[in-house]
């Protein structure tokens, strides 16, 4: 699908720098490979030419540059709405007359080398005054265009604004509420440290009491096997008080009533026995007593688990905050 559009610009020849001339352009579909009109002013004499594809084709091959690149510098050249430097225009003959007819020719400066982009022959227009009256009501129509599109980018500039200060806003409630949020945590996680705390001390001090009462329990034990068992004196001092009765009226030629210490010593020695068996009883008490360390021992650590995972939950913000809703 082609459509027409249309430039219009200002231009200068290289040989009258100070005059302007103004060159309205019109082309169908999306450049100029298709072929152009032009229309050349100064005010008050118009010159009216064409361009055809085929012409644009020969001086494209005429150059030996690909067709792109020739439409491109020749749409830069023509229709660029600001003056550039690296394009300049000539005009023959100069000055040239209301009759008579022109060639208008476009060049390219690369590195101090001008080569010539295209000519174009432009007839005299009968009535230039109509010509340039098209010009200008061209001129008035994209001014007001660009006024409409101006007027339509502050529209939006206003409404991207008011959308900036509201976004703005809302984000410095949300930093607000975060602030809070925080602040009502923290104090929450600080009141469950401190019941836990609390309750890791309890559990101290329970582990410290059941500590101290195995000890007790302990050498309680130890001295209950080691003095619990009763001597030959106190069996024989027990069972000679129901003799003495017969002995009521003592003679001191009876040898009878004379207590014999050397059989009761005999007799304990018989119950406590070889030495070799105190020796193992000891050895038996200090193995208690080493499995009832090592069972406190396991008790403490056990303990010492319990506080450690206790103290690992209160650290938690997450299952802190979860848990105290």
Known sequence: IRWMNTSVREIHLSSQADFSYFLRVDWEGRGLGFGFKLLLTD??????????????????????????????????????????????????PHPPTSSCTVTLTYEKMQKGISFKLGSVLLDAVEEPAEAVRAVLIHTLQQGN?????NHKLKEENQRLIQEHQYITEKLKHYADGVETLKAELYSRFVLLLNEKKTKIRSLQEALTKLQER??????????????????DEEQSTGTSHPSSKDSATPSPLNLRDITDVAPC??????????????VKKNEQSSVQRKSIQIENKAAVSTTQKICLHIINTAFRPDLLYYKSL
């Open 43 to 92: 005010g008050q004499k118009a010159w009216r030419g064409k361009v055809s594809e085929a012409v644009v084709n020969e001086e494209a091959e005429e150059l030996e540059m690909a067709k792109e690149k020739y439409i491109q510098d020749l749409q830069q050249a023509l229709t660029e709405p600001e003056l550039s430097a690296s394009y300049c225009f000539t005009l023959k």
């Open 145 to 149: 265009k660009l006024q409409q599109h």
């Open 214 to 231: 195995r000890y007790q329990t302990a050498d309680h034990n130890s001295e209950a096997d080691e003095y619990g068992g009763s001597t």
């Open 265 to 278: 010593r005999k007799r304990r020695f018989r119950h406590l026995g070889p030495p070799e068996l105190a």
